[in-house]
């Protein structure tokens, strides 16, 4: 495969979203190797584009139409699905924001879910960020869009794996509050996530990847002093990952161990703000959120919505271009390292 499919979820209308959109699939060397259909509202994308000063190059579908059950062959396709009320939204949390983004990110997991040969099919979904807030307004439970593709792909087993040139994490919990992370890690959940990672670095090209995991507690427990979940849960939930051939250290204290990224492929974190700080600290707006373990390909960029400078030029859209470039990669034989 050549040049795949991919399909790239508006995210909230009223964030940064449609701006950065446009100006990746205004990208010519992009549009020479990827097909991309767009899941949103052709008037938010368009307007967006104008503000960034892009003139619109892309072929619009309404989604309702039986033309869109159709093979379309347009380099970028729209796949219009909006509402009148929505160029009247403040950049700010709403229901509607909620409403429409989670149909758009839903209308094309049913597209990659699709059978070879259809149409329809997409090789990859790359997801413009939705803000919680909108879908906690619109009545949805989900955490994000992490736990809602788990949910529609049926994956048993899934993470949030952050790639940079710099340094990689995987999360061995997502959007929990902290305060109940210690009642949701078993020994089974970190050796998932162990796994995961290792499973992620080589479909990433790496044969042998080597695994840092990080400790809960400060110090790693202290040898109990300070917590027993390294002792109780982690030790061996590494010495199982041992047992079956994956190279993996630790655990570590979390407040050293990601000053020592280069030496790992990947670090386990045992929970989001473990792991993620270092990553933003690091090459914030240059990582890409991979969702490993799905049976599709999903990426995104490493940022939110992004409500206060929507619609500005400090709207930076090189985290979605690297979101889109590893879809690439991973939808193809490219290799991972000129995506970074």
């Not at 089974?188 to 992620?200: E, F, T």
Request: aromatic fraction near 6%; charge should be positive; charged fraction near 25%.
């Amino acid at each position: 495969m050549t040049r795949p499919t991919i399909g790239i979820s508006l995210g909230d209308p009223s964030g940064i979203g449609p701006q950065i959109v446009a100006k990746v699939i205004s990208n010519k060397d992009l549009r020479r190797k990827i097909r991309f259909v767009i899941y949103g509202a052709n008037d938010v994308l368009t307007y967006a584009a104008d503000k960034s000063g892009i003139a619109p190059s892309w072929f619009r579908v309404a989604g309702n139409s039986e033309r869109a059950q159709r093979k379309l062959n347009a380099d970028v396709i729209v796949i219009d699905d909006g509402d009148d009320a929505l160029l009247t939204l403040k950049h700010a949390p709403s229901k509607l924001g909620g409403i429409v983004s989670k149909r758009w990110v839903e209308a094309a997991i049913k597209d990659a879910l699709r059978e070879s040969g259809d149409p329809r099919r997409i090789d990859a979904i790359v997801t413009a960020p939705i803000c919680k807030e909108s879908w906690t307004l619109a009545g949805y439970n989900w955490p994000g869009h992490t736990e809602l593709f788990s949910s529609r792909t049926k994956a048993k087993r899934h993470a949030m794996m952050f790639v940079a040139k710099e340094i990689r994490v995987l999360l061995t919990t997502c959007h929990i509050p902290l305060m109940d992370i210690r009642n949701v890690l078993t020994i089974g959940k970190i050796h998932d996530a162990i796994d995961l990672a290792n499973i992620g670095c080589k479909e990433l090209g790496i044969e042998k990847p080597k695994i840092a995991v990080t400790g809960l507690n400060p110090h790693a427990g202290e040898n109990g002093v300070l917590g027993d979940e390294e002792k109780r849960l982690i030790k061996p939930a590494i010495q199982l990952a041992k047992n079956n051939g994956v190279n993996v250290k630790g655990p570590f204290p979390a407040d050293t161990i990601f000053s020592k990224a280069s030496k790992y492929d990947v670090i386990v974190a045992m929970y989001h703000d473990q792991g993620l700080i270092p990553v933003k600290l690091l090459s914030f707006g240059s990582s890409v959120n991979w969702t490993v373990g799905l049976p599709i390909i999903r990426t995104s960029p490493d940022h939110g919505t992004a409500f206060d400078i929507a619609h500005t030029p400090n709207a930076n859209e090189h985290s979605l271009l690297k979101a889109v470039e590893l879809a690439h990669a991973l939808a193809t034989t490219t290799p991972i390292e000129s995506t970074l």
